[in-house]
């Protein structure tokens, strides 16, 4: 007789996690054209598992609530019981919500990453042959960005032009030495050891595991030496503190290995945020992990993604020490709602990326391999299909289906 287990939720166990072999997954399907999107992505994650595991691995998908779906039928953008599951199963995937105009959350995306203390931003960005591109070598972009996300000029602190708390900052300041003009609103940047070192640390223990050549520090520590620059100087601390055995700095790279990293070190090194667009631009092949502040991360990420082809293929994830969400970087593209039209490209790499933080990479592997082989193919969406000659358009659910027709 068959018998069927029952899912179970991840657990942690002495700071590692365990995933059932049926494990409980949440999903926020999103807003505007997250249903879409969504259902694409679940039948594609779902299949390759299949193929994969053969039966043996599944998800079990737990429906949360978020965004205009859960503000229509509870009257809250973000119920407290999707807070719990979120926290209480560990791995979500999201599509993408709406902002809520006229008070309350200033974004949910940016609650979410607060309440659950999301701190690492990651987004890889490589190239799939075929994507139009702006740039005449994109296949020597394959780059992943840790994106600190909670600090920085995102921690909102910031005070309106003419506030009494805005005149009083500057008064303070004023006691300082520092003149502001009377008429400015201010922002507050802050960056702290803490929160700049276990980002560095978790990028520098993904270009470990995955066998990275180097992690790069970016930076605008030229001109902000106790924000920036400190990050800068934490990033490398963490490296020589806590992994010495596994890293070598540029300089050391100079001064004592003429050049060339001792085999199996990943050198660590550090360039301005301004020099590193132009180097992205021009030699993206020399970089592989970056890991970087708030604000230069948003900006990076993005030009980035737009190297290879733009945001609608581009996955990303919100990371904590022990819960995560992987989400669509673009947003709802509400024109398209319910057209079964846009790409769901950016939400089944996404899905990628969390099958790859499960340990399920036989399956997220089976995925990238059947994604770029569709578009190889040039069956594709209207974003990338009106960039491409000859190309074949599909719909949301026949690229998902075109897919799943590569993988068998
Ligand atoms: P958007 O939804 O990203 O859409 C901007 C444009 O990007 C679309 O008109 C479309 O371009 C293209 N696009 C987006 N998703 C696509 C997909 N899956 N496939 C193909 N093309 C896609 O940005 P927005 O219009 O500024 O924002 C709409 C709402 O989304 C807002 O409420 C915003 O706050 C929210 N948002 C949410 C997130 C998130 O949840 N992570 C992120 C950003 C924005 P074309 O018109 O050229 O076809």
């Known amino acids: 007789m068959k018998t069927t287990t029952e899912a179970q939720k991840i ?12 494990v409980l997954i949440p999903f926020i399907e999103g807003d505007g054209t997250g249903p879409d999107i969504w259902k694409a992505t679940k039948k594609v994650l779902d299949a390759a598992i299949k193929i994969a595991f ?15 779906k859960a503000f229509d039928s509870t009257k809250d953008w973000l119920p407290k019981e999707t807070i719990e599951k979120v926290k ?10 709406t902002t809520p105009t006229g008070g309350g959350i200033r974004s949910l995306n940016v609650a979410l990453r607060q309440i659950f203390d999301l701190y690492a931003c990651v987004r890889p960005v490589r190239y799939f042959e ?22 920085d000029v995102y921690s909102g602190i910031e005070f309106k032009k003419d506030t009494k708390e805005v005149k009083s900052l500057i008064d303070f300041l004023k006691s300082l030495g520092h003149t502001v003009r009377a008429d400015s609103g201010i922002g507050i940047k802050p960056i702290s050891e803490f929160g700049s070192k276990r980002l560095v640390r978790k990028a520098i223990q993904y270009a470990i595991q995955n066998k990275k050549p180097s992690v790069t520090l970016v930076h605008k520590g030229n001109i902000q030496k106790f924000t ?15 992994f010495c055995d596994e890293t070598v700095s540029e300089k050391e790279l100079y001064e004592e290995h003429n050049g060339t990293a001792p085999s199996g070190k990943i050198i660590i090194k550090d360039r301005i945020a301004d020099n ?11 970089y592989s992990v970056i890991a970087t502040t708030n604000l230069n991360g948003d900006y990076l990420s993005d030009a980035c993604a737009a190297q290879v082809g733009g945001l609608g293929i581009a996955p990303g994830a919100n990371i904590g020490d022990e819960i ?4 669509a970087t673009h947003g709802t593209a509400p024109k398209y709602a319910n ?70």
């Open 11 to 22: 657990i942690f166990k002495d700071g590692k996690m365990v995933v059932p072999n049926k």
């Open 54 to 68: 053969k039966g043996e691995r599944e998800i079990s998908w737990v429906e949360v609530l978020a965004g205009q």
């Open 88 to 97: 209480d199963l560990k791995v979500s995937i999201k599509g993408p919500l």
């Open 130 to 151: 075929g994507v139009s591109s702006p740039v005449k070598k994109p296949e020597l972009v394959d780059l992943i960005i840790f994106r600190e996300n909670i600090e």
């Open 228 to 242: 920036e620059g400190a990050f800068c100087e934490w990033g490398y601390e963490v490296a020589s503190d806590e």
């Open 276 to 286: 590193m667009f132009q180097q992205l631009l021009i030699r993206p092949n020399e």
């Open 324 to 327: 995560a969400i992987f989400e």
């Open 339 to 408: 057209q079964d039209k846009v790409n769901p490209g950016s939400m089944i790499l996404s899905g990628v990326m969390m099958l790859e933080h499960l340990g399920w990479n036989e399956a997220g592997e089976l995925i990238n391999k059947a994604f770029a082989k569709t578009i190889k193919q040039k069956r594709v969406t209207y974003d990338l299909e009106r960039q491409m000659t000859g190309a074949t358009l599909l719909k949301t659910s026949q690229f998902a289906d075109a897919i799943i027709e590569n993988m068998l």
